[in-house]
C-alpha cells in the first residue's frame, strides 16, 4: 500500500491542462481559478491576486500559469518550476516578512525587461512590510510594459485594500474531502488509504497525498497525556519544532478530536477517518461538550499561532486545557 501510494505522489493531478493554445488552462478542483486564468492566457493583465487558504496550491499555480503564458515546452515548464527560468521569479521573503528593500530589487529587476515576450515576478503579498506594500502600490499604479506580477495571499483582509483593488482577483478554495478521496483513488492509493486521507488533509490535494504515502498517524500524544508533566513535557516539544510542523499538528489534532466526537456519538469504527481513534480513546471520561470546548480551543490556538503571545506559552495554555 505505502510503496504504491509513493510510487503514485510524484504523478498526482497535474492541477493543469494546456494544449498549447492560449485559452485552455486548468488547475484540479479550482473552478474559478481556473476560468480566470485560461482568459487571461490571451490577454493578461499587470497584476494578479492569488489568494486563498494555506495549502490551496496558489504559488504552484503561478509558475505553471507563467508557464503556459510563455508557453513552454515541457522541459522548459520544468526549468520554470525550479526557479531557473530568467522570466520568471519568486521573491522569498527575507524571514517572516517581504521588505522594501526586497520589492526595490523586484522593481529594478523588472525595468531590465524580458528574455521572451512577458517577465513574471511571484510575492507572498501577505508578508509584505508597511513600506514594502507602498513602494509595490506604486508599480502597480504605474505598471512596467511586459511584465506581470503575480501576488500570493492567503486573506484579502490583511493586504492594503489599495492594492487588492489594482489586481485581478484569483480566488482559490479548499477541495471537499470528497473530491480529494477521488483524486487519491484515480492516483493509484488504496480506497482504506485514500478514506482516512482525503479527511485529514484539510482539503488540501497536495497534503493528501503526502499522507498517503506515508505511515498511519498515530493519536497525538498531547490528546492522550494523563497527566499534567506529560501535557506540558509534550506541549514545550510541540513548540521547539518548525513553524510548518506546528500548524500540521495542529490541524491534526483538529481532526482527531472531530473524529473522537464521532466515535463518542457514534461507536461505529467506520464512521471515523482517523486510524486508531477508537482503540486510544475508549473508556476517556471526557464527554462530547469536553471534547466540543476542547476543539473550539484548538481552532482559536491555530488562529493565534505565532502571535505576540509567542508558541511556546499558546502550547503551555493548550497543554493545561488538555489535561482538565
Not at 32 to 59: K, N, Q, V
Not at 64 to 77: G, K, W
Not at 204 to 228: C, N
Request: glycine share 6%; hydrophobic share 40%.
Amino acid at each position: 500500500m505505502l510503496r504504491r501510494a509513493r510510487r503514485r505522489v510524484a504523478i498526482l493531478p497535474r492541477n493543469d491542462h494546456h494544449d498549447g493554445s492560449l485559452t485552455s488552462f486548468e488547475l484540479f478542483g479550482q473552478e474559478r481559478a481556473s476560468l480566470i486564468l485560461a482568459g487571461a492566457l490571451s490577454r493578461p493583465s499587470h497584476a494578479y491576486l492569488f489568494h486563498g487558504p494555506r495549502g490551496t496550491g496558489r504559488r504552484e499555480a503561478a509558475f505553471r500559469f507563467s508557464a503556459s503564458l510563455l508557453r513552454e515546452d515541457p522541459e522548459s515548464r520544468r526549468r520554470t518550476r525550479e526557479g531557473k527560468n530568467p522570466d520568471v521569479r519568486y521573491w522569498a521573503p527575507d524571514g517572516r516578512s517581504t521588505k522594501i528593500e526586497q520589492v526595490r530589487a523586484l522593481i529594478h529587476a523588472a525595468e531590465l525587461g524580458s528574455v521572451k515576450s512577458w517577465k513574471v515576478h511571484i510575492l507572498d503579498a501577505g508578508t509584505l512590510t508597511p513600506e514594502g506594500a507602498n513602494c509595490l502600490l506604486k508599480t502597480l499604479e504605474e505598471p512596467v510594459p511586459q511584465t506581470i506580477l503575480i501576488l500570493l495571499a492567503e486573506s484579502l483582509d490583511r493586504l492594503l485594500p489599495t492594492l487588492v483593488s489594482r489586481c485581478q482577483s484569483v480566488p482559490f478554495r479548499l477541495l471537499p474531502a470528497s473530491l480529494i478521496f477521488e483524486a487519491l483513488v484515480g492516483g493509484g492509493v488504496e480506497q482504506k488509504t485514500a478514506r482516512w486521507a482525503s479527511e485529514l488533509a484539510d482539503g488540501r490535494l497536495k497534503k493528501a497525498f503526502e499522507l498517503a504515502a506515508g505511515p498511519v498517524p498515530l493519536p497525538s500524544p498531547l490528546l492522550q497525556a494523563k497527566t499534567v508533566l506529560a501535557a506540558m513535557q509534550e506541549g514545550e516539544r510541540l513548540a521547539s519544532l518548525p513553524e510548518e510542523e506546528q500548524i500540521a499538528s495542529l490541524e491534526s489534532m483538529i481532526a482527531q478530536v472531530r473524529d473522537i466526537i464521532v466515535w463518542i456519538e457514534t461507536r461505529n469504527p467506520a464512521s471515523v477517518a482517523f486510524p486508531g481513534i477508537p482503540a486510544v480513546f475508549e473508556g476517556v471520561e471526557k464527554t462530547t461538550r469536553d471534547w466540543l470546548r476542547l476543539a473550539d480551543r484548538l481552532i482559536e490556538t491555530r488562529k493565534g499561532m505565532f502571535s505576540h503571545a509567542g508558541p511556546k506559552l499558546l502550547w503551555a495554555a493548550l497543554a493545561t486545557e488538555i489535561i482538565r
